[in-house]
Each structure stands twice: as C-alpha cells, then as structure tokens.
C-alpha cells in the first residue's frame, strides 16, 4: 500500500476500467465494465450490512462507489476489525482504512473531512486546491467554510477580512456559437448593453451591471435565448485586473455561499 509501483498500477488499471467504456478505445468492453461496476456495488453493499449487523454501536454516515464511513464507539474497534478481515478472504480485495477527527458532510459527493493528524481531505464544494485547468471561481467560499467548519471562524468578519481579491473572483465560460454581454442601466433609466469575450473574469459588487448568456435559439425556434449567470446580483468584469481595483465586493453574496456549506450539515 502507498508505494510508487502500486499507484502506477493503481493507475494503469483505471485507465483500462475507464476505456471499457469508451466505444474509440481498443479496450472497449461493455460486459467488463458492467461486471466491475455491479460487482464492486454488490461486494461493498455486503461489507456495509455486515458491519451494520456485526458492530455494536454503528452508524452508516455515507457510502458511494468506492467505500463507506461509519460512525462507531472506540470499543466497536475490534469487531469493525474481524467483519473486514473476513470480507477480505472473501472477496480476494484488500481494504484501506482511514481514522477521521471530524466530518462535515452536505451530501455524499460534497464533504470536509479532518483526518486525526489533522490534515484535511476536501470533495466537490469543499475543495479549493484546484489544477490550473479547472474552474477556481470564488475560491474564498470553500476557504472561509473550512475555517468556519473546523476553527468556529465567524463568516461575515472572516469574509470581510480576506486578504487576497483574486479568491472573490469567479468565471463564466461559453461557447462561439453563444456570446456574453452586460446590462447597465443608464441615467436616463434605459437599459444598455455591452459585449464581453466569451471567458470572462468577474467579482459580484455593489454597483456594476447584470450578466447575461446570449445563446442561440432551440431546434424549432427562432428567438435567442438571453440567461441571466448570478441573476439578482450585480458584477464587474475584471478581464483586466485593473477594473477591480475600485470595485466594492458585495459581501451578501459570498456570505450566503458559504452559508450554504456550513449551515444544516449532517
């Protein structure tokens, strides 16, 4: 486990489980990929129920497709030992098992974990670590979140207080055959548009203008269709950082985010 030949192996395998399903692949194979995919639910629903019936004290937090945590009293160790020893004989499969402080879960694919040497494992909402290829849109949400979750940080002052503006900015992506423009209104109380390019960096501010996709019409139709992107709320383009310098954040709309992930967690 954890060694640098097993995560290439690791990997090797789930390139070929990944092209099974990929009808370009030399390696497409429906029926392989239909028998790991059912198999591996089946097996890890058995592990599931007999730890539900096994070990005193139990509570199945969250299962998905390639494990399970379980909430359970220390004493519950040895049990919770001898079910996955035996389902291991079993199956011919070798379990991972890891001990969490504390977990913060919205739902089973967006949760905040706090392993027990206190580093912290982020999915889906939660995460903030991003590669460059991917979306870091208001990356201050999941950041003050975390501090909130796992420090009891206050939102508003934490929010308030965040050094680095490039966290409040978020992106909006859309193709060429669609466009995006901003609404402003005028003095003269009419509304006037203007076009922005196609990927656009903004921040949600208090004065600015309305963003709107401009999209082509449905099959069947003739009108273009015009959908709001943060629609209530107002932004600025910061294409160039430039523009954000004298821009007033709206601090509402970061506050409610991160409302959303601490708020009502299980």
Same mark, same amino acid.
């Given at each position: @486990?954890?060694?640098?030949?097993?995560? #290439?192996?690791?990997?090797? &395998?789930?390139?070929?489980?990944?092209?099974?399903?990929?009808? +370009?692949?030399?390696? *497409?194979?429906?029926? +392989?990929? #239909? /028998?790991?995919?059912?198999?591996?639910?089946?097996?890890?629903?058995?592990?599931?129920?007999?730890?539900?019936?096994?070990?005193?004290?139990? @509570?199945?937090?969250?299962?998905?497709?390639?494990?399970?945590?379980?909430?359970?009293?220390?004493?519950? $160790?040895? =049990? &919770?030992?001898?079910?996955?020893?035996?389902?291991?004989?079993?199956?011919?499969?070798?379990?991972?098992?890891?001990? *969490? /402080?504390?977990?913060?879960?919205?739902?089973?694919?967006?949760?905040?974990?706090?392993?027990?040497?206190? @580093?912290?494992?982020?999915?889906? =909402?939660?995460?903030?670590?991003?590669?460059?290829?991917?979306?870091?849109? =208001?990356?201050?949400?999941?950041?003050?979140?975390?501090?909130?979750?796992?420090?009891? =940080?206050?939102?508003?002052?934490? #929010?308030? /207080?965040?050094?680095?503006? #490039?966290? +409040?900015?978020?992106?909006?992506?859309?193709?060429?055959?669609?466009?995006?423009?901003?609404?402003?209104?005028?003095?003269?109380?009419?509304?006037?548009?203007?076009?922005?390019?196609?990927?656009?960096?903004?921040?949600?501010?208090? $004065?600015?203008?309305?963003?709107?996709?401009?999209?082509?019409?449905?099959?069947?139709?003739?009108?273009?269709?015009? %959908?709001?992107?943060?629609?209530?709320? @107002?932004?600025?383009?910061?294409?160039?950082?430039?523009?954000?310098?004298?821009?007033? %954040?709206?601090?509402?709309?970061?506050?409610?985010?991160?409302?959303?992930?601490?708020?009502? &967690?299980?």
């Amino acid at each position: @486990k954890g060694s640098p030949e097993n995560a #290439m192996l690791k990997l090797a &395998l789930n390139g070929v489980y990944g092209d099974s399903n990929n009808v +370009f692949s030399v390696f *497409y194979d429906p029926l +392989f990929t #239909m /028998r790991i995919t059912l198999n591996g639910q089946l097996l890890l629903c058995l592990l599931a129920e007999n730890i539900m019936l096994n070990v005193p004290g139990v @509570k199945l937090i969250q299962c998905n497709t390639d494990g399970l945590t379980v909430r359970m009293p220390h004493g519950s $160790s040895f =049990a &919770l030992k001898m079910v996955c020893e035996h389902w291991e004989k079993l199956t011919k499969l070798t379990l991972e098992q890891v001990n *969490y /402080r504390r977990m913060c879960i919205r739902d089973v694919n967006n949760y905040l974990g706090q392993y027990e040497n206190g @580093k912290v494992k982020r999915k889906g =909402a939660y995460e903030y670590e991003m590669e460059w290829h991917q979306n870091h849109s =208001a990356l201050v949400v999941p950041k003050v979140a975390e501090k909130v979750l796992l420090e009891g =940080a206050p939102i508003r002052e934490t #929010m308030e /207080r965040w050094p680095d503006i #490039m966290d +409040f900015m978020l992106r909006v992506k859309v193709p060429r055959s669609s466009s995006l423009v901003i609404e402003y209104r005028e003095p003269d109380g009419t509304d006037e548009q203007h076009p922005l390019q196609n990927t656009t960096r903004y921040l949600i501010t208090k $004065s600015g203008g309305h963003l709107f996709k401009v999209m082509p019409p449905l099959k069947g139709k003739e009108l273009w269709r015009q %959908i709001g992107v943060e629609a209530g709320w @107002k932004v600025t383009p910061c294409n160039d950082i430039v523009e954000s310098w004298d821009a007033k %954040i709206d601090f509402d709309y970061y506050v409610q985010e991160v409302e959303k992930l601490v708020n009502g &967690l299980s």
